[in-house]
Nanobody, 127 residues
């Protein structure tokens, strides 16, 4: 299994920022895949937050984080980042990075399509 290690979570006040980091190698993947971030709040399903779709090299963000979150990747160091600005209490969740293979768009970037999960990193935003 390709290791996935997330870090950078924490407890912040509303309006503050955090940057999440993930070590995840993509060198073993080929074809079209998506790499990005999911989150899961208590009592809710795990949802996609942001993803890069290699088919067209585009980046997708879920509506609720557009303009506040920015994802970046440094392939040479197997690193994926999520810069989260203007955090809100509704952003409170466990955050995971992951790869979805045979992914051709944001409609494929779904939690059930992920084969391997890391341990996640907790983000807590208080008002």
């Amino acid at each position: 299994q390709v290791p996935v290690v997330e870090s950078g979570g924490g407890s912040v006040q509303s309006g503050e920022s955090l940057t999440l980091s993930c070590v995840i190698s993509v060198r073993y993947y080929y074809g079209s895949y998506c790499i990005g971030w999911f989150r899961q709040a208590p009592g809710k399903e795990r949802e996609g937050v942001a993803a890069t779709i290699t088919l067209n090299n585009s980046t997708w963000y879920t509506e609720s984080v557009k303009g506040r979150f920015t994802m970046s990747q440094v392939k040479s160091s197997d690193s994926l980042f999520l810069l989260m600005n203007n955090l809100k209490p509704e952003d409170t969740a466990m955050y995971y990075c992951a790869v979805v293979v045979s992914c051709y768009g944001e409609h494929d970037f779904k939690a059930p399509h992920v084969i391997h999960w890391g341990q996640g990193t907790q983000v807590t935003v208080s008002s």
